[in-house]
C-alpha cells in the first residue's frame, strides 16, 4: 500500500532523497495494437472502467504538480494518440506556467498525418516504439501490418522540427535480438536516439518473459565492441544507462530494470488515465487524485497531498523477488 508521509520541504523530492521531476500521463488505457508483452490479445475493456480524465481534470493535475517543482509531463498510454482531443490536451498541458517539456510515447498510428498537428500543440519531444525492421515479424509482434506506416511516421517527425526523436525497442530473446545491430545503424545516421527496453514482466505476461527476457547487459557488451562508450550518469537523466559514438548524433540509452541501482535513480511518477497516482510501476498500489480535480478550489489539497504521497515513493521495486507488483500490463497504467 502506498504510505501517506509528511513531506518537509518542495522542490519535489521523496524520502530517498531523489528530485522527483517528471510524470507520465497516461491518457487512455485503450489500444489498438496487441504488442506480444503487453496485450497479446489486444485491449478489452475492464467491467467497471472508470472515464479517463477531463480536459479540465487533467489541467487541474498538471497544475498540481507544476505547483510542486514538477517541469517535464510525458503523454503516453495506452495509445495516447486515441484519445479524442489529444492535441488540445498537449497544447493545454504545455501552456500551465512552469512545464517546460512536453513530450509523448507513441505506436507511430497515424504519426505521418499528425506528426506536425502535434509539434504545433506544443509537443518537443517523442518515442515511437518500433521492435522490429523486418515487415513480417513487426506485424507479428504487433498485430499490425503497418511498419512502413510507422517509419514514414518517424520521417514526418523529423520533419516536423522535434527537437528530441527516440525509438523504444524492446529486447527479446529469440524474437527480435539478432537485429540489433540492424536497428543501432538505421538510426545512427540520423539525428535519432534509440531506448532498448528489457523486457519487463508484469502480472499478464511471465510466461513471455521467461521465454524472451534477455538482459540489457548482453546489449551494453555488443555497443562497447562497435565503440559505443559508456557516458557517466548526468543529474536528473533518469534510470538510463547512456553510450555515445564519435560518428553518431543520437544516444543509445538501455533501460534495465533488473540491473542494480536502477531505481537510485528514479526520476517519475505515474498517473493513469483516470487519475490515479502510481509512484512505482511495479508498486501494489495508487491513489486515486480525482476526488480532489473536481474544481480549482481545491488546488491547496491537491498539492498537499501530491507532497505526502510522492515523499512516501518506495525505495525500489521487487521485481528480482518475482514480484510485478499490482499491474497488470504497462498499457494499463503509462509505460
Ligand atoms: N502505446 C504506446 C507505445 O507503445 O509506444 C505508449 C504506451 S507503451 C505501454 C510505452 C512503452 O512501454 C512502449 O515503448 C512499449 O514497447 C513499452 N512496453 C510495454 N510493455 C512492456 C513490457 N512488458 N516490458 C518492457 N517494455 C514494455
Ligand atoms: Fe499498445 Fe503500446 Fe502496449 Fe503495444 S506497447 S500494446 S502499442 S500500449
Known sequence: MIQELRHPVSPLHDLHGRHLEYLRLSLTDV??????????????????????????????????????????????????????????????????????????????????????????????????????????????????????????????????????????????????????????DFVAGKDISLRFIEVMRTNDNPDFFTRHHLPGASVASRLERCGWSRIAHQAGAGPAIEYVHPDATGRIGIIAPYSRDFCASCNRVRVSASGRLHLCLFGDGSVDLRPLLRSDDQHDELVNRILCLTYGKPSAHRLHSGNSGTTPHLASIGG
Not at 490479445?41 to 467497471?48: E, F, L, S, T
Open 31 to 184: 489500444c489498438n495494437f496487441r504488442c506480444s508483452y503487453c496485450l497479446p490479445d489486444g485491449y478489452r475493456k475492464p467491467k467497471h472502467a472508470p472515464a479517463p480524465l477531463s480536459l479540465e481534470e487533467i489541467c487541474r493535475l498538471v497544475r498540481g504538480f507544476a505547483t510542486v517543482g514538477l517541469w517535464k509531463i510525458r503523454l503516453t498510454g495506452g495509445e495516447p494518440t486515441l484519445r479524442a482531443g489529444f492535441e488540445d490536451i498537449a497544447a493545454t498541458i504545455a501552456a500551465v506556467p512552469g512545464i517546460s517539456r512536453v513530450a509523448m510515447t507513441t505506436n507511430g498510428y497515424r504519426l505521418s498525418e499528425r506528426a506536425g498537428a502535434y509539434r504545433a500543440a506544443g509537443i518537443t519531444a517523442i518515442n515511437v516504439s518500433i521492435d522490429s525492421l523486418i515487415p513480417d515479424r513487426f506485424s507479428a509482434i504487433t498485430g499490425h501490418d503497418r511498419l512502413s506506416e510507422v517509419l514514414a511516421g518517424l520521417d514526418a517527425a523529423r520533419a516536423a522540427g522535434f527537437d528530441c526523436i527516440k525509438v523504444n525497442t524492446v529486447l527479446m530473446r529469440d524474437v527480435n535480438d539478432d537485429e540489433l545491430d540492424a536497428i543501432v
